[in-house]
């Protein structure tokens, strides 16, 4: 079946750096999506991503959808403390349902 | 305002046992969605649907049926309960079909099967 690769599974940055995480797919997908659940949450839709080579801007936050459309990246500019928390990418082929990845735990120290 | 929610929030039971968690949803979706989360292994399908008397096998199927009698209600149930079946439980919708669409999130359940 379908397979969404995450990495990296965890990283730990100072407020103020930047924080990249990376989505691998097995196959071309349809649409990415990117979620975000901080601790003792539940996940929350970030942002969708459709077209290849499609480049979103959230503030901070820049997402990116790979030109084969296998692969994805969300990227964080100057973390503060409020972007801790768990980053999930998911996406699709055709009519599939939604395979998520394992999820990369972002946390930053003041 | 719309919403979806998730009950119990905390559930501890015993080995054998049946459980139901309960799944309700305001936004009048279609599609609705059961996730466990574990750690290492982020969020895995357990069961879906797609509307009234719909329902499909996800990923992680055996041990847990649903059924849909209505729209806003998808209750999960674990037939007897195993220890391997701790986990956060989660709640999905999304308003159209497959993987193209937003999907919100309940609260989620923390199950303990001693």
């Known amino acids: 079946g379908q397979q969404v690769m995450q990495i990296p599974q965890y990283q730990h940055v100072q407020e103020g750096e930047d924080f990249t995480t990376y989505c691998n797919s097995s196959t071309t997908l349809s649409n990415i999506q990117w979620y975000k659940q901080r601790p003792g949450g539940h996940p929350v839709f970030l942002i969708q991503?459709?077209?290849?080579?499609e480049v979103k801007k959230q503030k901070r936050l820049t997402f990116q959808f790979g030109e084969a459309k296998k692969n994805s990246s969300l990227h964080i500019t100057a973390t503060q403390t409020t972007d801790v928390g768990t980053y999930f990418c998911a996406g699709n082929s055709g009519y599939s349902t939604l395979t998520f990845g394992k999820g990369t735990m972002l946390l930053v120290s003041p | 305002d719309a919403e979806i929610t998730q009950s119990p929030r905390h559930k501890i039971t015993e080995t054998g046992r049946q459980v139901t968690l309960a799944c309700h949803q305001t936004w009048n979706h279609n599609n609705m969605f059961w996730y466990r989360q574990d750690l290492g292994h982020g969020l895995r399908l357990i069961h879906y649907?797609?509307?009234?008397?719909?329902?499909n096998k996800g990923e992680v199927s055996d041990g847990y049926s649903v059924s849909r009698s209505n729209t806003e209600d998808l209750p999960l149930t674990l037939e007897s309960a195993a220890s391997s079946q701790t986990s956060v439980y989660f709640c999905?919708?999304?308003?159209?079909?497959?993987?193209?669409?937003?999907?919100?999130f309940g609260p989620g359940t923390r199950l303990t099967v001693l």
């Open positions: 999905a919708s999304s308003s159209s079909g497959g993987g193209t669409d937003t999907q919100y």
């Open positions: 649907s797609y509307g009234v008397q719909d329902t």
């Open positions: 991503l459709v077209k290849s080579g």
